[in-house]
């Protein structure tokens, strides 16, 4: 395996509107994220992913560009940008941008013009079709709700959106439209960033005979993941967007791989694959059952199944990207662990737990301080449209309004989106004006200034993970080392071990509100990290209080 400059990887990502804000509009900027590159060296990090600062209109937070070579107000000029990466450059960081190439925003000037002129050459940057006698073209449903469909006013023909109305899908099967594509890729890997995390890219092929499916609820429509995922032929729009852009610049791309089963990821990661590396959503999403609203918590077992069966298969090829929360997701804390245990050691285990899989771990702003959901008292206080699609199929399904908003408590994708929690000054030290979003009340007590004076904060738990995982002498195991599952018939420890010619390490993680103990299959040559001040061991027995983690060498026997 040829060695890349990102193997050593440990990522961090900020949602950069809800970081830092250094001009008291409300707003986390790029100076703020300037602002606090040493706290994110510190870390261990040498990886930054920002979220999109593209010009937007903002229905999706930025996920909708209307411009690929500004930057928004919001956040600052491109001048900021530039500073960024030359400032992070300094400290051995590399930038990631988010690539947004599924679809635009209504607002970008590409759609403006196709709506302008339906025969012009931009109408065919988008996916456009006549509708059905007064209805869609199809019956597909949009990720966000409601039909994918939109109509052209004073027409019957209608744009397609995977996503809300106006983020309008882009033709991928026009040329011209893939070559301005790859010329705005190419500008910004030409200034001088890692790379990107790249969004929605299973999306971009559709299946050329736009079918309908079968309805999967009453409103009609259905998800037809079959006709807009992973569709054959997508490969080679894959293939040619690396070989004309993150080929030549040596770029690390991390792909927004959604619904990609196990067994297609060797395309993706191999040496030659589309990306560098594919999230890994096996366990942060892919044992959710939608359907089913009274399931409050993920099961060890289900979890465990999930990360070792995508962890086996991935090692044959490459690497994954493994992280617990991004800013799709609901806190970690929240989603893995049941209210009365969430504390230090539980928010530790985590992190132990993901941390040493082979693959590239993703740290999300204020995980490594240990920030939870914060619940609303009523649905207005939410602000995302794919909230409120949770809600809305809730109502339907027969949901009370209590029942629905204690869903979305549960389930949305906003709680990481509050205000990042700095300080216990007002505002959480987040701005010096009123943040655009509600800071969680639990600042006062979960901050980053306390946590940094204290040895038994999470925040120095995360800096003893990077740590390790950083050091000379286990870096090139955890970066390289197999992977294998230990201890497999525990039902609540989470067991495995890196591998490699020279050494043997053991993670274990008794996910678990209760002790217990474990027969060592092998002698301990040394603890290399324990979330614990105790280890008890007896003889070969070792006892591990609840939600404790280790990290040790083992004496080398096999
Ligand atoms: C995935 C992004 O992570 C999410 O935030 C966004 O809403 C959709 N893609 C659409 O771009």
Not at 421 to 430: K, M, N, P, R, V
Request: proline share 4%; hydrophobic share 35%.
């Amino acid at each position: 395996m040829r060695k890349k400059w990102w193997h050593d990887g440990i990522v961090y990502q900020i949602y950069p509107k809800s970081f830092y804000d250094t001009n008291g509009d409300g707003y986390g900027d790029i100076q703020g994220i300037i602002n606090r590159l040493d706290y994110i060296k510190d870390l261990g990090v040498n990886i930054i992913w920002i979220s999109p600062v593209y010009q937007s209109p903002m229905v999706d937070h930025g996920y909708d560009i209307s411009d690929y070579y500004e930057i928004d107000p919001m956040f600052g000029t491109m001048k900021d940008m530039d500073q960024l990466i030359e400032e992070a450059d300094k400290r051995g960081i590399k930038i990631l941008m988010d690539l947004v190439i599924n679809h635009t925003s209504d607002q970008h000037e590409w759609f403006l013009r196709a709506m302008e002129d339906l025969e012009g050459p931009y109408a065919d940057y988008y996916i456009i079709k006549e509708g059905n006698g007064g209805n869609p073209p199809n019956n597909w449903r949009s990720i966000f709700g409601g039909s994918a469909w939109e109509k052209i006013e004073g027409t019957n023909k209608y744009y397609l959106h995977l996503f809300t109305k106006e983020q309008p899908d882009l033709n991928w099967e026009n040329e011209k439209l893939r070559e301005e594509l790859y010329k705005m890729v190419n500008y910004w890997l030409d200034k001088g960033i890692g790379g990107f995390r790249v969004d929605a890219i299973t999306h971009i092929k559709k299946h050329p005979s736009f079918e309908g499916r079968p309805a999967d609820r009453e409103d009609g429509l259905v998800n037809a993941w079959d006709m807009y995922a992973n569709v054959p032929g997508i490969e080679v729009f894959l293939n040619e967007l690396k070989e004309r852009t993150f080929l030549p610049h040596d770029a690390m791309t991390v792909g927004e791989a959604m619904s990609l089963d196990v067994n297609c990821l060797s395309n993706y990661i191999k040496e030659d694959g589309f990306f560098s590396t594919v999230f890994d959503f096996s366990y942060n999403e892919g044992i959710e059952d939608e359907a089913s609203y009274e399931k409050q918590q993920y099961s060890v077992k289900e979890i465990k199944e999930a990360m070792f069966t995508y962890q086996l298969e991935a090692q044959k090829y490459g690497f994954v990207s493994e992280f617990i929360e991004n800013h799709d997701q609901p806190r970690a804390l929240n989603k893995f662990i049941p209210k009365e245990n969430r504390n230090f050691y539980s928010g530790s285990m985590l992190g132990t737990m993901y941390f040493y899989l082979r693959g590239i771990p993703f740290l999300y702003q204020g995980q490594e301080i240990g920030m939870m959901n914060y619940e609303k008292k009523s649905i207005d206080e939410y602000v995302d449209v794919s909230t409120f699609e949770i809600y809305e199929k809730a109502l339907l399904d027969g949901l009370s309004q209590v029942e629905a908003l204690n869903l979305v408590n549960r389930r949305s994708r906003e709680h990481a989106r509050t205000p990042m929690q700095w300080d216990a000054s007002e505002y959480s030290g987040f701005s010096g004006g009123k943040p655009w979003f509600p800071v969680n009340p639990d600042y006062t007590m979960i901050n980053v200034a306390s946590q940094l004076q204290e040895e038994q904060s999470l925040l120095s738990y995360y800096k003893k993970l990077t740590r390790l995982r950083n050091s000379t002498e286990y870096k090139n195991l955890f970066i390289y080392g197999e992977f294998k599952p230990a201890y497999t018939e525990m039902e609540n420890i989470i067991g495995y071990e890196r591998v490699d010619k020279d050494m043997r390490v053991l993670i274990l993680n008794n996910y678990d509100s209760h002790g217990t103990r474990i027969e060592l299959k092998d002698g301990i040559q040394k603890i290399l990290l324990n979330n614990y001040d105790i280890l008890t061991m007896d003889g070969n027995i070792l006892e591990l209080q609840p939600y404790q983690s280790v990290v040790c060498k083992l004496k080398r026997s096999r």
